[in-house]
């Protein structure tokens, strides 16, 4: 018990230097706000304007892509909050920065993931609720506490899967010294699997992002679930049940953490000065 | 212009240095574009045509204009804010070339690069996936090409007047990848302009914007006919002249406010 609240008293005091920091940037933070809030409408924006002509994509009409847009959005919004640093693991190992955590008597995988809280992450969080906002009154979405639930368990779901994916990628620089340069990529892949229907895409794609690497559960599968959307992919197992994304998420989170422990202990050289 | 042809050389041979970032560049634009396709596809499931476009100009369009994405590539807003954030512009100011000239042969050389290690690889696997097509005649090719560089043009002067910012402001921020997304949105690149309200394409005809990708993209599928694609080319000249006295008279400002630190 005293152990946890060591670490909570570690993480909190981490956080909380890093967000007043980044409000010395004031201008800055400003900017990126406002990009980030005109990228994020401009994909609801593309969507509606199909969506007016055609009504369904995939048996999705636009409150319910709306949904889907919105959750993906939040979840992204809090990855970046808490878990960007995964993405510059590159940098770190070049400069042989992980020495620092690996002198501390506590967990580095721990240290490391509670290093950075990056206020620009709200920014996203913001246009995310507002569309979540829009979907609920266009669907009649009842605001009950198990619903409130739902939505608050594929968030956090969401923000694992995001997390571990970048975790897993980034992790890469320990063997081959260079991950940044996937990171683009991995945020596509992760924005256009959680804010587009899956089932738009062919076989192989679904089977791909749902057992592979599954980003599907990021929000698709428990949308669809949640919204009771007919679900046109043939699985042996309904992945569309609300308990398989906070497993998902759990699963994903502990091998990328299994892959970050054994790369920092087996394959770290502790470069750079 | 010795000098100024081996800027474009050194750019080009910079670029060619980075092979693996640029298989991953490909990766991503390829993820972009796949995504684009089967949401157009889904999109036309039960309509024969969207706007006065089929399915095979559409998926035509939008392929192209992720490939024209990947060639419109400007650096000019990083390198001037960097220039004057670390005191490195009082250096261009003392070579014996014009600083804008200087940037504008370095972003050549990006899109050279760009357009071998990226639009080639991109184009390769448009034609091998989604079987796109060709344009409409020969003579909308031609213009095609015409009218992409003076896209390329449009896009290069906002990218190097929203640079001038730097100069008041001193740190550009994320001004360059705001202006990248509005850019995006309203020229058409996202979605055609023909999907937008019809207010606000009345609008945007009187802004540059749509005439860097609808301009060239219409005219390869054929939405828009030659003797129109001519009209909005000539607009094209008429933006690209305007935005370059803009740049003219805003430089020209810019030095006076040249605050040296660093360096």
Known sequence: ?273 | MEAYRYLIKMKILVGFTYRFEVVMVILTRLVVMVASVYLWNSAYANVSELEGLTKSQMITYAVLAIILSSLFQTDVENAIGSGIRRGTIAVQFLRPMDVLSLHFCEDLGLMCTSLLLRCVPLLLCGLLLFHLSAPVSVSALLLFFISVTFSYLIIWLLSAITSMVTFWAMFLGQLGAVRIVVVNILSGMLIPVWFFPQVLQDILRFLPFQYTYQTPLGIYIGRIGLTDGLFQMGVQCFWIVFLFFVLKLVWKRAQRHLMVQGG
């Open chain 1, 1 to 273: 018990m005293k152990k946890i609240r060591h670490y909570l008293t570690v993480g909190y005091w981490q956080l909380k230097l890093d967000a007043l920091s980044s409000f010395q940037y004031f201008s800055f933070t400003i900017v990126w706000f406002f990009m980030i809030g005109i990228a994020m409408f401009s994909t609801f924006f593309v969507l509606k304007a199909i969506l007016d002509r055609v009504g369904r994509i995939n048996g999705w009409d636009f409150p319910q892509i709306s949904f889907l847009i919105g959750l993906s959005f939040i979840s992204h919004g809090f990855e970046d909050m808490f878990f960007l640093q995964n993405r510059y693991i590159e940098h770190r190992v070049l400069e042989g920065q992980f020495d620092q955590y690996l002198i501390r008597p506590l967990n580095v995988f721990f240290l490391f993931n509670t290093s950075n809280f990056n206020l620009v992450g709200f920014y996203d969080i913001f246009p995310g609720v507002i569309i979540l906002i829009y979907a609920c009154g266009q669907l009649q979405f009842p605001i009950t506490a198990f619903h409130l639930f739902a939505m608050l368990v594929i968030t956090v779901s969401g923000t694992f899967i995001r997390a571990a994916q970048l975790i897993l990628t980034g992790s890469l620089a320990f063997w081959t010294k260079k991950s940044r340069v996937l990171e683009d990529t991995n945020l596509t892949l992760m924005d256009r699997t959680s804010s587009y229907p899956l089932t738009m895409y062919p076989k192989w794609f679904q089977l791909l992002f749902t057992f592979l690497l599954p980003l599907g559960f990021i929000t698709f599968y428990p949308v669809r679930g949640l919204l009771h959307i007919a679900a046109d992919t043939a699985f042996p197992v309904a992945p569309d049940l609300l308990l398989w994304a906070p497993l998902v998420a759990l699963a994903y989170y502990l091998v990328a953490r299994a892959v970050f422990n054994y790369g920092l202990n087996h394959k770290y050289e502790s470069a750079g000065s």
